[in-house]
């Protein structure tokens, strides 16, 4: 009789932001990823109350728990399932003692950005993972800025910054011993495009997420920072360039070099809303522009974009400011990686010159290096779960 496989309880924000598609999608490669390689897997995401939308309504009948629900049916999680009221016992989906029971069998705690919390859920299971998506910033908050970011509650640690910890990255580790992994992606969910509805360069991004880091003389900033660098491009280059980017309308100074320039805005709640809706935004684009926090190009930590994962995995070649990734991911092939305007217009005109090849060389880089079964059993196998 065979072994039954471990029970993994994993936690992450999906609907504490509702309506954030790709958000949504970074979580969920890790849900279907576990699940595909036949783990029992259940997920619980903590919401504060002062995150509910419209402010003051109960739990159940927030947005934010309609949003949950929504998207834990539409992949099979319905009753696997469960949004808690952080600070309290109350939950949609499975019931807080059932919650309780569960977490008591589980074998190890996924903990994405240590969200989950609660003691009564956490302190029995023997391994417990904390996963960072926002590497550097992540250390540094905890290191320079002395913000508690729950380490201590965990017994593992694990880092999508492939060079965290290297000698050529020079963000703190805190201490701790970093494991690294690639983003995963759950390919089967993520079929080949085939029809370009959008023929440009496109991303999905926010032009401000939090307040920058200083460190050591080194200036870690957010994706404005590294955006102001490249206002020009679309003036040099033929090539059409539409983000759909999240920025506010008093960013007028900003506002005005982008359209100036030509970067044709593309309102990110119009594409975005839903996982189906940034499914179809990312396959039905030529390629992907990405520009990334300047934090993580300072930092050279090794950072890649989960987003850029869908597109590679789609069929669209991405072309991505460095941030020490070419270290570890061919580029040059469906994928490019740029650190000035001119890489940025060679990587174009090498695109335009064979697109269909750097297409297909898109998908086999997602095969062969984000491929969920690959990442998610090697990360298993180096935390000791068999």
Known sequence: MATPKPTILLSGMIAGVPHQGGATW???QYLLGFKRLGYNVHF???VEEAALRPAGVPLAQSDNAAYFRRVMAEFGMGESSTLLLAGTQRTVGIPYERLREIA????????????LTDEALTEDIPLRVYLDLDPAFTQLWHAVEGIDMRFAAHSHFVTVGQAIGDPDCKVPTCGLKWVTTPQPIVLERWPTGSITTHDALTTVANWRGYGPIEYEGVF???KAHSWRQFFSLPALSEERFAPALAIHPEESKDLAALRANGWRLIDPER?????????CFVRGSKAEFGIAKSGYVASRCGWFSD???CYLASGRPVIAQNTGFSRFLPVGAGLFAFATIDEVLASIEALNGHYHCHARAARSIAEEYFDSDKVL???LERLGVT
């Open 104 to 115: 008591r069998r589980a074998d190890v705690l996924v903990n994405i950005s240590g969200l």
């Open 26 to 28: 970074a979580i969920l």
């Open 44 to 46: 619980i995401e903590p």
């Open 220 to 222: 870690y900033g957010q």
């Open 377 to 379: 059993g090697r990360l």
């Open 307 to 309: 987003r850029s994962v």
């Open 271 to 279: 594409v975005t809303q839903t996982p189906a809706g940034y499914q």
